[in-house]
């Protein structure tokens, strides 16, 4: 399974299980007040816990910027201006 996909999917059961302790923990009508709080603790939680999984993440990122950045030059132009140049 990709990094990411599986950070994603671990951050988002991180989330649901405190949202549904807070859903339960507080009253009915405060269901705004348990997403947000839900939010910040999962937040900080997946940024303590997750750094290792986090970093997989953004190596992944990166050599796929890599790659992409390999496959085409950096002007698309390049190619044209130097056949120019060659013939001149």
Known sequence: MRAWVLYSLVRLAVFAAVFGLLFWLLPQNLWWLSAICAALIALSLSYIFLGRLRARVTSDLQARSERRRAG???????????READVA
């Open 72 to 82: 085409r030059p950096d002007d698309p132009d390049a190619e044209v201006e130097d």
